[in-house]
């Protein structure tokens, strides 16, 4: 884990890209990673903010939305990371289907340029056209789930925490999922202040393998942990 300091280079509007950071490279975080950061006294909350890939950048990175908006060009920023555990393209994916139920996409898309290295189709399931992503992704309204699960042989899914359980139980819902639990990855969106430092049990999550803190065990997890068992 690295601390150093970073500035924001350049703001945006789009949604899923909020900000371009520059930084050393080894502060760079893996698609669905984090780094905590604070800003300086005035344009920062109290606690740390946890910071997302997006998209590659030189010199640093693009970060996912949102962020705070008091965060303008030539912030300064103190980052901790790169943290937690991210998602993992299986190298034999050539189908990937990214879905999200945040506010954000940005942090399923952060997974472009890993499947454009392996020549993988993308889908991408929302209820928007983001803007500033390539042509070659097909954008899909979440109602066509189910025809993308039966399509795909990787699948990226964020939800936020609170949204765990209805999204999961819901119909169809819980019925496409089933058929990509072996091969799907979620990204938990939820509180992480203490960068897995301090065991404070906000980030904690409930997994067939009992409670897991995804600050050290996520944020991103395997489908099969936490979706239920079809009865």
């Keep these: 884990?690295?601390?150093?300091?970073?500035?924001?280079?350049?703001?945006?509007?789009d949604g899923w890209r909020a900000a371009r950071i520059i930084c050393s490279a080894n502060l760079v975080p893996a698609p669905?990673?984090?780094?905590?950061?604070?800003?300086?006294?005035?344009?920062d909350s109290p606690l740390p903010v946890p910071v997302h890939f997006a998209a590659p950048a030189p010199n640093g990175f693009y970060a996912a939305g949102p962020l705070p908006v008091a965060w303008t060009p030539g912030t300064?920023?103190?980052?901790k990371g790169p943290l937690g555990k991210g998602f993992q393209l299986p190298p034999a994916a050539r189908k990937v289907l990214l879905a999200s139920w945040s506010n954000s996409s940005g942090r399923v898309l952060s997974l472009l340029e890993a499947c454009r290295r392996q020549n993988a189709e993308i889908v991408l399931l929302s209820e928007t056209t983001p803007e500033s992503i390539p042509l070659s992704v097909e954008i899909l309204p979440p109602a066509a789930l189910l025809e993308t699960a039966q399509?795909?042989?990787?699948?990226?899914?964020?939800?936020p925490r609170e949204q765990i359980e209805a999204v999961l139980a819901s119909q169809p819902v819980s019925d496409c999922l089933h058929l990509l639990h072996g091969y799907a990855q979620v990204?938990?969106?939820t509180p992480v202040p203490c960068g897995g430092l301090a065991d404070c049990g906000i980030c904690a999550i409930q997994?067939?393998?009992?409670?897991?803190?995804?600050?050290?065990d996520g944020p991103v997890f395997n489908l099969v942990e936490?979706?239920?068992p079809q009865k």
């Design 187 to 189: 990204f938990i969106e």
């Design 151 to 159: 399509w795909a042989d990787y699948a990226a899914i964020d939800i």
């Design 226 to 228: 936490i979706i239920k």
């Design 1 to 13: 884990m690295q601390i150093a300091e970073a500035h924001v280079d350049e703001t945006y509007i």
């Design 207 to 216: 997994t067939r393998s009992g409670i897991r803190l995804a600050c050290q």
């Design 32 to 43: 669905g990673q984090y780094l905590l950061a604070q800003a300086g006294i005035g344009t």
């Design 76 to 79: 300064t920023l103190t980052l």
